[in-house]
């Protein structure tokens, strides 16, 4: 008898995609080629990926690189959503910021991968959370000069960490505004700066007496570098977002010794662009000027700022006719008849 042939196995080989190459199809070719995204854009969306393959890459035992699409579902997404939240102390604001780039992508994978169909729109109904509508954080006087004074301007970074807050409060900066700004932007004679913010939308902004000093003083001690960005680290590389956060909470801890109160804030790069939008609105009152300062697109974005001014509301105060009091003289009840509705 001729012996049987081998049973062929049933079970179908899935063949997993990396997503590695995707995601640099996606950021290069797609979003900057294709979609002509801002520089902004393109690194806010680099670092939501970053945070949640690093993420994804501790939760599933892999390296970052050797992650695949299929592992990147609608149960880990909503669990790295989670982690911003309860572990990173993420606002609700950052969490749908995170979530709009990470959909960006997988609607760009609808018609590239229709074997994941199913999964991308199963990540794709994943809800943007509803978010308080918040006075804004910023720092007071008081509390901003003590933040502005930590540097020591004894040291090459202390001086090149005066500058950059400096700039930053002065300029109202966003943070990728600010580890953007190339030396070749600064016009010497003027004091201005030259900001590219969102939507490609430029800006010239003067600086302010001693954010100018600042700034001068660490361009003639920041030497030649290849680098074009005006902030650099000790080897010469761009400073980064990261580095930027991590110097200014450094600085904020050492503010907090002689101002206590910011003890009890969180200082973050955007808490700098709310204090220069406020510093402005009290010295000018005209919320345009704030808008033009800031570079928003509609005044309606810059609008938050007159709900968090106390002074708005001293000034309308002061303008408003209040109708009259109704005139009248309180007379007590007698003393006998209070006690006895008392024990009664």
Same mark, same amino acid.
């Given at each position: 008898?001729?012996?049987? $042939?081998? =049973?062929?196995?049933?079970?179908?080989?899935?063949?997993?995609?990396?997503?590695?190459?995707?995601?640099?199809?996606?950021?290069?070719?797609?979003?900057?080629?294709?979609?002509? &995204?801002?520089?902004?854009?393109?690194?806010?969306?680099?670092?939501?990926?970053?945070?949640?393959?690093?993420?994804?890459?501790?939760?599933?035992?892999?390296?970052?690189?050797?992650?695949?699409?299929?592992?990147?579902?609608?149960?880990? @997404?909503?669990?790295?959503?989670?982690?911003?939240?309860?572990?990173?102390?993420?606002?609700?604001?950052?969490?749908?910021?995170?979530?709009?780039?990470?959909?960006?992508?997988?609607?760009?994978?609808?018609?590239?991968?229709?074997?994941?169909?199913?999964?991308?729109?199963?990540?794709?109904?994943? $809800?943007?959370?509803?978010? /308080?509508?918040?006075?804004?954080?910023?720092?007071?006087?008081?509390?901003?000069?003590?933040?502005?004074?930590?540097?020591?301007? &004894?040291?090459?970074?202390?001086?090149?960490?005066?500058?950059?807050?400096? @700039?930053?409060?002065?300029?109202?900066?966003?943070?990728?505004?600010?580890?953007?700004?190339?030396?070749?932007?600064?016009?010497?004679?003027?004091?201005?700066?030259? @900001?590219?913010?969102?939507?490609?939308?430029?800006?010239?902004?003067?600086?302010?007496?001693?954010?100018?000093?600042?700034?001068?003083?660490?361009?003639?001690?920041?030497?030649?570098?290849?680098?074009?960005?005006?902030?650099?680290?000790?080897?010469?590389?761009?400073?980064?977002?990261?580095?930027?956060?991590?110097?200014?909470?450094?600085?904020?801890?050492?503010?907090?010794?002689?101002?206590?109160?910011?003890?009890? =804030?969180?200082?973050? $790069?955007?808490?700098?662009?709310?204090?220069?939008?406020?510093?402005?609105?009290?010295?000018?009152?005209?919320?345009? =000027?704030?808008?033009?300062?800031?570079?928003?697109?509609?005044?309606?974005?810059?609008?938050?700022?007159?709900?968090? /001014?106390?002074?708005?509301?001293?000034?309308?105060?002061?303008?408003?006719?209040?109708?009259?009091?109704?005139?009248?003289?309180?007379?007590?009840? /007698?003393?006998?008849?209070?006690?006895?509705?008392?024990?009664?």
């Amino acid at each position: 008898m001729s012996p049987r $042939p081998a =049973k062929r196995s049933c079970r179908r080989e899935v063949r997993m995609t990396p997503i590695a190459p995707l995601i640099e199809t996606f950021l290069r070719d797609t979003l900057a080629r294709q979609r002509g &995204a801002s520089w902004h854009t393109s690194d806010s969306y680099a670092s939501s990926f970053q945070l949640l393959f690093v993420f994804a890459a501790d939760r599933l035992k892999v390296k970052p690189s050797a992650l695949t699409l299929e592992q990147i579902d609608a149960g880990l @997404v909503s669990a790295f959503l989670e982690h911003l939240e309860d572990e990173r102390k993420n606002a609700a604001v950052t969490r749908n910021v995170r979530l709009a780039a990470i959909k960006s992508f997988f609607r760009f994978l609808e018609y590239r991968q229709p074997a994941a169909l199913e999964q991308i729109r199963r990540l794709l109904a994943i $809800p943007f959370k509803k978010t /308080d509508t918040r006075l804004v954080p910023y720092l007071l006087r008081e509390e901003l000069q003590a933040v502005l004074d930590a540097p020591d301007p &004894a040291t090459r970074d202390g001086i090149r960490d005066r500058a950059m807050l400096h @700039v930053a409060v002065c300029a109202g900066l966003r943070v990728s505004e600010l580890t953007g700004l190339k030396v070749d932007d600064i016009d010497l004679p003027s004091m201005s700066i030259l @900001v590219l913010g969102k939507g490609r939308r430029e800006r010239t902004l003067p600086l302010w007496k001693p954010a100018a000093a600042a700034l001068r003083a660490w361009l003639a001690i920041r030497g030649q570098v290849t680098t074009p960005e005006v902030f650099v680290n000790a080897r010469g590389e761009p400073l980064s977002r990261w580095g930027f956060a991590y110097l200014l909470r450094q600085h904020a801890a050492t503010a907090a010794r002689k101002q206590p109160g910011l003890a009890k =804030k969180r200082v973050s $790069p955007h808490v700098l662009r709310h204090t220069c939008a406020m510093v402005v609105l009290q010295a000018t009152g005209d919320i345009r =000027k704030v808008s033009l300062w800031l570079g928003h697109a509609t005044l309606t974005t810059t609008e938050v700022y007159t709900r968090g /001014d106390p002074t708005e509301k001293l000034d309308a105060m002061q303008a408003i006719v209040p109708p009259h009091l109704r005139r009248g003289v309180f007379q007590p009840t /007698d003393k006998l008849i209070e006690l006895l509705r008392r024990t009664s």
